[in-house]
């Protein structure tokens, strides 16, 4: 019988981590988000106060601008606003569209249909699309979509549908937006980092993110991708967006997107400088491991989890074919996933979570594996703690069979 032993495999994880006190215990993110941060992350926040306008700070921002970039696949532009994705989110829908403007929204879960609240309280007109729960989407009925509706000025949606755990085919969408001559908005906030995102091939014209996820930063700032197309539609508004601080186009006219930069340059929002510090470390990481290399890494990790889930009962809620490689999402008997996430917080000291859809709240159960955690040192362990915790529950399993099967697919790779 294959049993682990969950804290000494746990301990390497707390030591190149970043853990949560709470009550005294030590408690692993295995969260869609935020999640674990490595310690030369956790090592760059521990920096004296700096002057935002101090030429070292102005360094580390301009540096960590560029590696954005490249994580990216763009040559276009970064802003980097402190707040989380849903900053960037809403600073985007209020940079680019007048009341009145007709957006496209793909809705297939909880993050689909948060771009059609912001925007509606914008007074943008949305049409939207809704596609099953866990399903992957039909081109053609987007298509045919933009088609229909005339006058159609941007077509919005998840890279990944984190209530959900389903990938999206940007490339594909890119593909008709660009034909349609209508704006690509994506909330890419649990993919960057983790799954490839080529903005300028793919035809984005505002990539979102945000630096607590497969970044592997801590939570506190908001990444804004933009498209010269995008930024060229800010610029012929009729009128300035009635948000001042959430106005994007603000930093160009403050001299954030020239090759020659002014000095001195003032930002349009201050971000914690700190914060942005431990960005610009993870930037580096990602980079010295490699984008193909990083994004291999979570599939295999995707790939584990889900197989070491399903060996004990724990089947795949979306379509295998669109599961996430950030984020596993299983079925659970109704009622049972708010106990599972209890019992593995209480006595395993591992939280992970439940649906944030009402119609599934004690349906599913959401694992991240997003940046450091997209490894076989913090995967097994999870799934040996979950193990347990069925058993505890009454939910008999074999013990060792999940992180066999989960094993297996590492050892494979």
């Known amino acids: 019988m294959l049993t682990l032993n969950v804290c000494s495999i746990f301990g390497t994880c707390i030591k190149q981590g970043v853990v949560l006190e709470l009550e005294n215990r030590r408690v692993i993110l295995m969260t869609p988000g935020p999640t674990e941060v490595s310690f030369r992350v956790l090592k760059a926040m521990l920096q004296p106060a700096f002057e935002p306008h101090d030429e070292r700070f102005l360094k580390a921002f301009d540096g960590?601008?560029?590696?954005?970039?490249?994580?990216?696949?763009?040559?276009?532009?970064?802003?980097?606003?402190?707040?989380?994705?849903?900053?960037?989110?809403?600073?985007?829908?209020?940079?680019?569209?007048?009341?009145?403007?007709?957006?496209l929204s793909v809705?297939?879960?909880?993050?689909?249909?948060?771009?059609?609240?912001?925007?509606?309280?914008?007074?943008?007109?949305?049409v939207r699309i809704n596609f099953p729960w866990g399903k992957s989407l039909d081109i053609d009925v987007v298509k045919k979509a933009i088609k229909k509706n005339k006058g159609i000025k941007a077509l919005t949606i998840p890279h990944c549908e984190t209530s959900t755990g389903v990938?999206?085919?940007?490339?594909?969408?890119?593909?008709?937006?660009?034909?349609?001559?209508?704006?690509?908005?994506?909330?890419?906030?649990?993919?960057?980092?983790?799954i490839e995102m080529r903005m300028d091939n793919w035809h984005v014209d505002v990539c979102v993110s945000a630096s607590q996820k497969c970044l592997g930063a801590l939570l506190g700032l908001s990444i804004v991708a933009l498209s010269k197309k995008s930024l060229e539609t800010m610029e012929k508004r009729e009128a300035p967006p009635t948000s001042f601080v959430y106005d994007l186009l603000r930093w160009k006219q403050k001299g954030w997107f020239q090759h020659q930069k002014p000095s001195p340059r003032s930002f349009p929002i201050y971000s914690n400088p700190n914060l942005v510090f431990t960005l610009n470390a993870a930037c580096k990481i990602i980079l010295k491991e490699g984008l193909k290399k990083r994004y291999e890494r979570?599939?295999?990790?995707?790939?584990?989890?889900?197989?070491g889930l399903d060996s004990i009962g724990l089947k795949l809620f979306p379509s295998r074919d669109v599961a996430s490689n950030t984020v596993t999402v299983v079925k659970t008997k109704d009622g049972m996933s708010e106990k599972i996430k209890e019992t593995m917080l209480r006595k395993h000291n591992i939280l992970i979570q439940s649906s944030i859809i009402p119609d599934l709240i004690g349906k599913i159960l959401r694992i991240g594996h997003l940046g450091l955690t997209a490894s076989e040192r913090y995967i097994l362990p999870t799934i040996s703690s979950?193990?347990?915790t069925l058993n505890a529950l009454n939910l008999n399993v074999?013990?060792?069979?999940?992180?066999?099967?989960?094993?297996?697919?590492?050892?494979?790779?």
């Open 298 to 307: 979570h599939r295999i990790a995707r790939d584990a989890m889900i197989e």
């Open 386 to 388: 979950l193990e347990q």
């Open 398 to 413: 074999k013990i060792g069979t999940g992180v066999k099967a989960a094993r297996d697919i590492f050892d494979q790779n």
């Open 64 to 103: 960590t601008l560029e590696m954005l970039a490249k994580i990216h696949q763009t040559e276009d532009y970064i802003i980097l606003l402190p707040g989380t994705g849903r900053t960037g989110m809403e600073a985007s829908a209020a940079s680019l569209f007048m009341p009145g403007d007709k957006v």
């Open 107 to 126: 809705v297939s879960g909880f993050f689909g249909e948060l771009w059609v609240k912001m925007m509606e309280r914008i007074g943008i007109k949305i």
């Open 167 to 194: 990938v999206h085919p940007i490339r594909e969408l890119g593909e008709i937006a660009s034909n349609e001559d209508v704006l690509f908005l994506v909330d890419a906030v649990s993919t960057i980092g983790g």
